[in-house]
């Protein structure tokens, strides 16, 4: 008899991955596009097996109703998870999973905000499409000529290093855990002396509450005067307000943001029709020398393949056996 298994915030093209994964897995997945809350899993069969998106916000209250339902294991089919409390998931008897799918998308988008700060190619864009054709003011940076500092040497960070060094950057990382394999390609550093030495620093660590506004008043103050900042990891990493002060200033010249705080109360809808009251949001939009794109680092056919399919295995090896490789923990 195959497993049921309920599965909210699908997109579309996330369909063909499911119906695959279904006849592969041998379960029976029914798809919702609604996000994960009460009244949701209200319409869905029962299951005990539930995969989420990074957009359902899953806290005690919510939990508190999945197990009731029966809910035991739910799979987030994103590599981050601090939209789930997974210490008050554990307390309830579910286990909760994470997928992770290969660092390129992730890694080679880093790479290319980071080539778009240096060279300034939001201001280009914007005045090519006014005819302003002329120089003045368009120079940019080589990134071979640059010091990129890589926060967060896990996958992805590892992929954005050895790309960077590619192109003959130097290449500073800080984790408080160093990655052996990098020892040829970066020197590892203090964060400290990664921020006051970097031209580009890049972030990729997870969103925990020690991260939360890594990068803030006091900690930017230490950068180069004119240095730049990308983030396609976490939005929290970064105090918003900090980095516009420090944009207005100067200091910080400019930035690739792929994600910024709460991106996902607006990112992945089309909001054309809405007044955005997210005014850091605005803000950073409006900056010429800050692109902002709304979280879709992640986004190629590859990774969306992997992420339906990582979750399904894993939810169903839990299921199986109680553990797995992308089990997470509360603790
Ligand atoms: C992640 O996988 O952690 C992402 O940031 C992707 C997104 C769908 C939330």
């Not at 120079?139 to 992929?159: D, N, P």
Request: net charge negative; glycine share 6%.
């Amino acid at each position: 008899m195959p497993v049921p298994v309920v599965a909210f915030d699908v997109r579309p093209d996330e369909l063909a991955d499911f119906e695959r994964c279904a006849v592969t897995f041998d379960c029976e997945i029914r798809v919702f596009a609604d996000q994960l809350t009460a009244a949701s899993l209200e319409k869905a069969p029962a299951s005990d097996v539930v995969s989420i998106l990074g957009n359902s916000r899953v806290d005690a209250e919510l939990l508190g109703v999945l197990a009731d339902r029966g809910v035991r294991y739910l799979s987030t089919r994103t590599v981050g998870f601090d939209h789930i409390d997974v210490a008050a998931a554990n307390a309830l008897g579910i286990k909760v999973a994470h997928v992770q799918y290969p660092p390129n998308s992730v890694a080679e988008y880093t790479v290319m905000l980071i080539l778009m700060t240096l060279r300034q190619m939001k201001r280009i864009q914007l005045r090519c499409d006014a005819q302003d054709f002329s120089l003045a003011g368009n120079q940019g940076r080589e990134l071979g000529a640059s010091t990129v500092g890589v926060v967060g040497t896990g996958s992805i960070g590892a992929h954005v290093a050895r790309l960077v060094k590619a192109f003959g950057a130097r290449v500073l990382a800080y984790d408080p855990y160093p990655n052996d394999s990098l020892a040829e390609i970066v020197e590892y550093v203090s964060f400290d002396e990664l921020m006051s030495t970097a031209d580009v620093v890049t972030l990729h660590a997870p969103a925990t509450p020690e991260n939360t506004h890594l990068l803030n008043a006091a900690s930017i103050a230490k950068m180069r005067p004119g240095a730049m900042i990308v983030n396609c990891a976490r939005g929290e990493l970064i105090d918003s307000a900090a980095l516009i002060a420090a944009l207005e200033t100067g200091q910080i010249s400019a930035a690739g943001l792929d994600v910024i705080e709460n991106d996902l109360r607006y990112f992945h809808q089309d909001a054309r029709l809405a007044t955005i009251t997210d005014r850091n949001l605005v803000l950073l939009r409006g900056f010429p020398n800050v692109v902002v794109t709304p979280h879709i680092a992640f986004y190629t056919r590859e990774v969306v393949t992997s992420m339906v399919e990582l979750s399904i295995e894993s939810l169903l090896a839990l299921r199986a056996t109680g553990n797995h490789r992308l089990l997470v923990t509360g603790n």
